[in-house]
């Protein structure tokens, strides 16, 4: 093989908001498989908000000058194992790079569902409706008719709660977004009843406003003062899913939330987070829920898409900002010829 790989490599530890310096394209010689193993041409790469708490030097965290982690999805292009075959689409971790070597334990061979793309198996199918459907039925264990109020709800786990929680038959879905035009995208595109945009005052007084009555069940993505408003409008025996801290990820030393400590005690709150990592053993049951309503059209994949790896740190930088609407994908431009249903192109 004659060609190159690309892959990308973090430099050096950001303070605050990282930059495109903090990341290097790294060439190298694309060479074959060794024995029990494949080469993977990647096709799809995910970039997610738990990138950027792995770029700090913390436990686990991402090592300097070396390839980093993600999810991808690729096809198989060559081969010395009989148990994966060349042709086969496949997801790894390997994440952000043109080819990955892979031995059959370090990937999932992915079902191909009519009508459903491959994207969707980055955003929908994987683990960010992994991370939703999870939330939503094993950690708020949420009953039909109960109240919701997700924060970041225009990204790519708040759009797939509201969609998931809309078919449990959820009851009033409150969202909170960075912007009008995404909080009126909540609406009119995802089911939210109501959204705002959390620039425009106290996250106490904006939640008030959109859940007078209270919520029973709070996902929250966001924490700080979004949390604390949340304790405030929980209802007794309210649930609250802690899935993320976006507000601190670049900002590491901004104070923790303020709320009544006695609420959690009085109302009988419960606050649980969790690790979607811990929970693949629903993978089938999320494909059982989730395509039969991706394939009647009744649920959407909420994704913006990127093409060309060349732009996956300019993908990532944006996702911190909040330019992208649902899950943000980047993709391979040999795949743009191909339908990709609900995506938005970035």
């Known amino acids: 093989m004659n060609e190159t790989a ?3 490599h973090q430099t050096a530890r950001p303070h605050g908001f990282p930059t495109a310096g903090h990341f290097a394209f790294v060439e190298s010689p694309l060479t074959g498989p060794a024995a029990g193993g494949a080469l993977v041409e990647n096709l799809y790469w995910s970039v ?4 950027r708490e792995l770029m700090d030097d913390v436990p686990g965290g991402f090592a300097l000058d070396a390839p980093l982690e993600g999810r991808a999805i690729g096809r198989v292009i060559a081969s010395r194992t009989p148990r994966l075959a060349e042709g086969e689409i496949v997801f790894h971790r390997q ?7 892979v031995t059959p334990e370090e990937v999932r ?7 459903v793309p491959l994207s969707a198996y980055l955003s929908t199918l994987g683990g960010t409706g992994l991370t939703a459907y999870v939330g939503l039925t094993r950690i708020a264990r949420l009953r039909a008719g109960e109240d919701l109020f997700v924060s970041a709800a225009a990204g790519g786990v708040g759009t797939a709660t509201g969609r998931f929680a809309r078919l449990l038959d959820a009851g009033r879905l409150v969202g909170s977004a960075g912007s009008a035009a995404k909080a009126a995208h909540l609406v009119k595109e995802v089911g939210y009843d109501a959204a705002f945009d959390y ?12 859940a007078p009555r209270g ?3 709070f996902v929250d993505n966001v924490g700080g003062g979004q949390l604390a408003a949340a304790v405030g409008a929980l209802r007794p025996f309210g649930r609250i899913v802690r899935v993320g801290t976006i507000s601190q990820y670049n900002t590491p030393d901004a104070p923790a939330p303020r709320f009544d400590y006695a609420d959690i005690v009085e109302k009988s709150i419960r606050m649980e987070g969790f690790l979607v990592s811990n929970h693949l053993d629903l993978q089938e049951e999320l494909y059982e829920f989730a395509v039969p309503h991706l394939q009647s059209g009744r649920l959407a994949s909420d994704e913006t898409v990127v093409d060309g790896f060349e732009h996956i740190v300019d993908a990532f930088l944006g996702m911190l900002r909040g330019e992208n609407t649902g899950k943000i994908i980047v993709r391979d431009r040999t795949q743009v010829r191909i339908p990709t249903g609900h995506a938005a192109h970035a």
């Open 6 to 8: 690309l892959t990308v």
């Open 48 to 51: 997610d908000p738990y990138h």
């Open 95 to 101: 994440g952000w790079r043109t080819h990955a070597m």
């Open 109 to 115: 061979r992915l079902p191909r569902f009519d009508g």
């Open 199 to 210: 620039h425009d005052g106290p996250a106490a007084v904006l939640l008030g406003d959109a």
């Open 215 to 217: 919520i029973d069940v």
